[in-house]
C-alpha cells in the first residue's frame, strides 16, 4: 500500500478530529502549571487543518504540508502554534518528488519533522515537553519493520507512552519550569497533544484500510 492525497487527507482528519475532541482535556492539563490555553491553540490548529484540507487542490503533498506548517506558525496562542508549525512542516522534509508514500517515506517524512524541531529547541527526552512524546516515536517509526501499518502504530504507542512517562519529569521548559517538582505527576500538554498527532496518523489510517 502506498499513500497519496485521499491517505493523506484522512490522516490529517484524524489528526483535526481527535485534536478537537480532546482540547478541553488539554487545557485542563496546561491550566495546572501553564497558561491553560494549550487546548484552545490545538482547536485552532486543529480547524486551520480541516481548513487547508478542504481547500487543497492540487496533489502537492509536500508543499500542502510546507504551506500548512506556515499557517499554522502564524496562529496566536503561546508557543504551540510556531511548534506544531514546525513539526508538521517539516514533514515536508521527507517527502518523495513523486509518487506515494510507502514505509521508508514516511519514516523520512518523521525523521525530517524531528530536525526541523531540534532546529528551534534544545529539548530533550526527559525535560518534560511534546520533544518527551515526539523522540520516542520518530525513534521506533525508524525501528519499525518497512510496512505501514507496522510503522504508523510504532510511533503512535511510543508517544502514548512518551506522554505518560513524562509524568514523571520535572519541567525544564516554560512557565511551568518554576514549578519544578511540583509538576511531577502531571503529563505535559504538550507531550500529550502530541502523542494525540500520532494517533489521529494511525486512526485516520486505518478507516483509509479498511
Excluded: N
Excluded at 517509526?141 to 518497512?146: I, V
Amino acid at each position: 500500500m502506498l499513500l497519496f492525497k485521499p491517505e493523506i487527507v484522512q490522516m490529517l482528519r484524524g489528526v483535526s478530529e481527535i485534536w478537537t475532541e480532546h482540547k478541553d482535556e488539554l487545557s485542563q492539563i496546561d491550566s495546572r502549571f501553564g497558561d491553560g490555553d494549550h487546548g484552545v491553540t490545538i482547536g485552532k490548529i486543529a480547524a486551520k487543518i480541516r481548513q487547508s484540507l478542504d481547500e487543497w487542490q492540487d496533489d502537492d503533498v509536500g508543499t500542502f504540508l510546507e504551506d500548512l506548517g506556515d499557517e499554522i506558525m502564524a496562529i496566536g496562542g503561546g508557543s504551540a502554534g510556531p511548534l506544531y508549525g514546525t513539526m508538521i512542516g517539516g514533514l515536508a522534509g521527507g517527502v518523495p518528488e513523486s509518487g506515494g508514500l510507502d514505509a521508508g517515506a514516511v519514516k523520512r517524512m518523521f525523521a525530517a519533522s524531528l530536525e526541523a524541531m531540534e532546529d528551534i529547541t534544545t529539548a530533550k527526552v526527559g525535560d518534560k515537553t511534546m520533544m518527551d512524546a515526539l523522540i520516542p516515536a520518530v525513534e521506533a517509526a525508524s525501528q519499525a519493520e518497512d510496512d505501514l501499518a507496522q510503522v504508523l502504530r510504532a510511533a503512535m504507542e511510543a508517544a502514548e507512552q512518551g506522554a505518560k512517562k513524562s509524568e514523571e519529569f520535572v519541567s525544564r521548559f516554560g512557565r511551568a519550569r518554576s514549578y519544578k517538582e511540583q509538576t511531577i505527576g502531571t503529563p505535559d500538554a504538550g507531550a500529550v497533544s502530541t502523542s494525540l498527532f500520532f494517533k489521529g496518523l494511525w486512526e485516520g489510517f486505518e478507516a483509509c484500510a479498511k
